[in-house]
Every structure is written in C-alpha cells, then in structure tokens.
C-alpha cells in the first residue's frame, strides 16, 4: 500500500467521466469532505469570544470544514492541456470559487510550465491541499498551514528528474496574490506583489526531504493602523514638539511593499507500515509591525491493513519586534501617550506561543473513501497586554472520497 493511497488521490484527479468536444476528451474528477465536530474551550480572545478551534462551537457543526471539488482537464494534445477546479466550501456557505484554472504546457519529457491561477507549493501537502483523502489528519497542521492564501496568479515551472536512485522534483513560481483577512477584529487587505520563489523535493521509495523558499512585495491594509500611522507622522512632524527630536515611526507601523519571506524544511516517510512526518516554517514581513512567525510540527503514525493510528504534535511561536517605538517619550502630551498606547498594542497584541497535540484514526472502507477521527487541544500562553491564554479542544469526524 506504500504510495498507493497517495497516488490515488493525487490521480483523482484520475478519469471518471470523458467528453468528447472538439475533439478534445474532458476528464471530471473530484473529491469531498464531510466533516462535523464540536470545540470546547477555557479562556477568551481579545475581542471577548471564548476559546474554539478551527471554526467549530460547542454545537456539533458540519459547516466548518466540509467541502467538495469538480475537476475538469483536457488534453489538447502536443503537450498542451488544459485544468480547472471549482471548489464549495462550507465555511463560505458552500458558494463556489474557481480554485485553479491554468493552461500547461509539456516542453520535455521531465518539464512543464503552467499558467494561469494555480496553487503555491509552499507545504509538503500544498498540490492536494484540500483533499482529505491524501493524508492521514482530517486537515493538515494549522500551526505549519495556517497562512491566509494558498493560489496565486502567475506561472509555475516544473522540472523533474533523478540524481542518483533519488527522485527528485523542483518548482519555480512567479506571481502575486491578493486576500482578505482579520487584523485584531478588523476586515483587512492583504495584497502581495512580485510573489516568486521555489520548492525542492528530493526522495525514494520511502523517504522524501523537501525545501522551500518564497518571497513578495507585502501590502497590509488596515484603517486602523492606517490612522495610527498618521498619527505618529503628525507627532514626529509637529514643529512645536521638534526639541523632543521624535522618530518618525509611522513606517514602522505600517505593512506597504515590504518584503515577506516564507522558509520551509519538510520530511516524510512510510517505511515497514510505519509513518513520520515533519516540517519547519518561519515567516517574516520586514520593517512592519508584523510578528515573526515560527511553526512546525512531527507526526508519527502505524498502519494495520485498512487502519492507521497517528499522533502529531504542532507548536507556533509569533515573536514581537523589539524595538518599533524606541524613542518617542513619554509624559509630554496625553494625545501622544493615547496614540502610543495604541500603537503599543497593536505591535505586542500579535505576541503568542500555543502548542497542539492531534490524535486520530483512519479506516479506508472503501477503495475511495475513509473514515476518520481526530481529537485535538491548543494550549495558548501569551504575555502580550492583548492576552490570549487558556486552552481549547476539538472532536471532528469526517468522511473523505475521491471520485
């Protein structure tokens, strides 16, 4: 069974339908997820809520993390094909999104560009990210996969070949991206330029080492910093306070083209019916307010026949910079002791350790599909004046096909 059930599902994007138009035969594929679960917790975020993960309360809900996927791809021929996926997640009230749609192109027996919207190969999991049937979790480890986008639009070259009795597989991309997501309760933009970078894998039979490097040009937009950075420009700018000699920090507090970085080292290997696994990432957004961040995780697991047993243990350490507000006094105008107070917290709100221990199960029922269970705890410790200590738990079962 080595490979087997990842190559399967990696080929579910194998053919279940064909169409003829165009001469051009259409294979559909797909994949679903339905999962439902039940989050306790002891604690509150910042904003007063209580303690949960991954989206579950403590009212048993299949909307989380359910999800299903149409794949359609076709070969034109000459080497040139075409894919898109279409994807309903129930986190986004099951309304469909174009997760991939790009044209490839074979230009040798061992390499290929596509174009067009594709996935990010950041993780060890990033090519079948979303298909729960490629791996033992229910989802793989938030604290590693937790970044905010996983597609970009731009081009992808991939070269594969060998050195030696190693396989080995490397992935240059170029591109940008663009989302929303939440700073400290408020709706944001994140906009990501000049995106590129790459990802080696190196590996045989039952072993495989991987390496991954991605920088961009990264644009955060808050009107709440927004108003605070213009709050420090106006404090260092203002004549009457020009004795102090105040540092212009408004910069500082702000996230606009400035360079993010990702770095990851991964490992994985199934050998005699036992599998470990692990990766390592850093992420970090230069001259800004934002945390370093510093995630990885190691997962263990045994197989007997149609079951498998894991236990994976995750760790995520956001690091504040030292230093932002260095040099602006205090005592000399209560407006500026308010808006540093301000700018205070938002620099040390991002402050926080938490640990996650996941164990599970897995029964593959059918050549398609498993069964799975998961039981995980976060315990959170922070320091920051935005606290957010306690723990929080969480009981999920899903159902996982290819078809």
Same mark, same amino acid.
């Given at each position: 069974?080595?490979?087997?059930?990842?190559?399967?599902?990696?080929?579910?994007?194998?053919?279940?339908?064909?169409?003829?138009?165009?001469?051009?035969?259409?294979?559909?594929?797909?994949?679903?997820?339905?999962?439902?679960?039940?989050?306790?917790?002891?604690?509150?975020?910042?904003?007063?809520?209580?303690?949960?993960?991954?989206?579950?309360?403590?009212?048993?809900?299949?909307?989380?993390?359910?999800?299903?996927?149409?794949?359609?791809?076709?070969?034109?021929?000459?080497?040139?094909?075409?894919?898109?996926?279409?994807?309903?997640?129930?986190?986004?009230? &099951?309304?469909?999104?174009?997760?991939?749609?790009?044209?490839?192109?074979?230009?040798?027996?061992?390499?290929?560009?596509?174009?067009?919207?594709?996935?990010?190969?950041?993780?060890?999991?990033?090519?079948?990210?979303?298909?729960?049937?490629?791996?033992?979790?229910?989802?793989?480890?938030?604290? +590693?996969?937790?970044?905010?986008?996983?597609?970009?639009?731009?081009?992808?070259?991939?070269?594969?070949?060998?050195?030696?009795?190693?396989?080995?597989?490397?992935?240059?991309?170029?591109?940008?991206?663009?989302?929303?997501?939440?700073?400290?309760?408020?709706?944001?933009?994140?906009?990501?330029?000049?995106?590129?970078?790459?990802?080696?894998?190196?590996?045989?039979?039952?072993?495989?080492?991987?390496?991954?490097?991605?920088?961009?040009?990264?644009?955060?937009?808050?009107?709440?910093?927004?108003?605070?950075?213009?709050?420090?420009?106006?404090?260092?700018?203002?004549?009457?306070?020009?004795?102090?000699?105040?540092?212009?920090?408004?910069?500082?507090?702000?996230?606009?083209?400035?360079?993010?970085?990702? +770095?990851?080292?991964?490992?994985?290997?199934?050998?005699?019916?036992?599998?470990?696994?692990?990766?390592?990432?850093?992420?970090?957004?230069?001259?800004?307010?934002?945390?370093?961040?510093?995630?990885?995780?190691?997962?263990?697991?045994?197989? &007997?026949?149609?079951?498998?047993?894991? +236990?994976?243990?995750?760790?995520?350490?956001?690091?504040?910079?030292?230093?932002?507000?260095?040099?602006?006094?205090?005592?000399?105008?209560?407006?500026?002791?308010?808006?540093?107070?301000?700018?205070?917290?938002?620099?040390?709100?991002?402050?926080?350790?938490?640990?996650?221990?996941?164990?599970?199960?897995?029964?593959?029922?059918?050549?398609?599909?498993?069964?799975?269970?998961?039981?995980?705890?976060?315990?959170?410790?922070?320091?920051?004046?935005?606290?957010?200590?306690?723990?929080?738990?969480?009981?999920?079962?899903?159902?996982?096909?290819?078809?």
């Amino acid at each position: 069974m080595k490979r087997a059930l990842l190559a399967t599902a990696v080929a579910c994007m194998a053919p279940a339908l064909a169409v003829n138009v165009n001469a051009a035969d259409i294979r559909w594929n797909g994949f679903a997820s339905i999962t439902g679960g039940v989050s306790t917790g002891e604690g509150t975020r910042p904003d007063g809520e209580e303690l949960r993960l991954y989206g579950y309360d403590d009212d048993f809900n299949f909307r989380p993390e359910s999800k299903l996927a149409l794949q359609a791809s076709s070969n034109l021929g000459n080497g040139l094909s075409v894919t898109a996926q279409a994807i309903a997640r129930g986190s986004d009230d &099951f309304n469909v999104e174009m997760e991939w749609a790009f044209v490839s192109y074979d230009f040798g027996e061992s390499s290929r560009i596509n174009v067009g919207k594709l996935r990010i190969p950041f993780y060890q999991y990033s090519d079948f990210l979303d298909v729960g049937y490629a791996y033992a979790w229910i989802r793989p480890p938030e604290s +590693v996969y937790d970044l905010f986008f996983s597609t970009m639009e731009g081009a992808n070259l991939q070269f594969n070949g060998a050195i030696g009795s190693w396989d080995s597989g490397l992935q240059l991309v170029a591109g940008r991206t663009a989302n929303e997501l939440d700073i400290f309760g408020t709706p944001s933009d994140a906009n990501l330029k000049n995106l590129w970078g790459g990802a080696w894998n190196l590996g045989n039979d039952w072993l495989t080492f991987r390496a991954a490097y991605f920088q961009a040009d990264t644009t955060l937009t808050n009107s709440g910093l927004e108003q605070l950075s213009a709050g420090l420009a106006g404090v260092a700018a203002n004549p009457a306070l020009a004795p102090f000699n105040i540092p212009d920090r408004s910069e500082d507090l702000a996230a606009g083209d400035d360079k993010g970085s990702f +770095v990851g080292f991964g490992f994985k290997a199934d050998k005699n019916d036992w599998l470990f696994g692990g990766e390592i990432t850093q992420i970090q957004v230069a001259d800004s307010f934002v945390a370093d961040q510093d995630s990885a995780y190691v997962t263990i697991g045994r197989r &007997f026949n149609d079951l498998v047993f894991h +236990v994976t243990y995750e760790e995520q350490e956001n690091k504040v910079k030292e230093g932002i507000l260095d040099g602006i006094p205090t005592g000399i105008d209560p407006a500026i002791d308010g808006l540093l107070a301000s700018a205070t917290g938002v620099i040390v709100g991002g402050e926080q350790t938490s640990t996650t221990v996941t164990v599970g199960m897995r029964y593959n029922f059918h050549p398609s599909a498993s069964f799975k269970i998961d039981y995980s705890q976060r315990d959170y410790d922070s320091s920051a004046t935005m606290d957010v200590d306690g723990a929080a738990s969480v009981v999920r079962f899903s159902i996982d096909a290819i078809f």
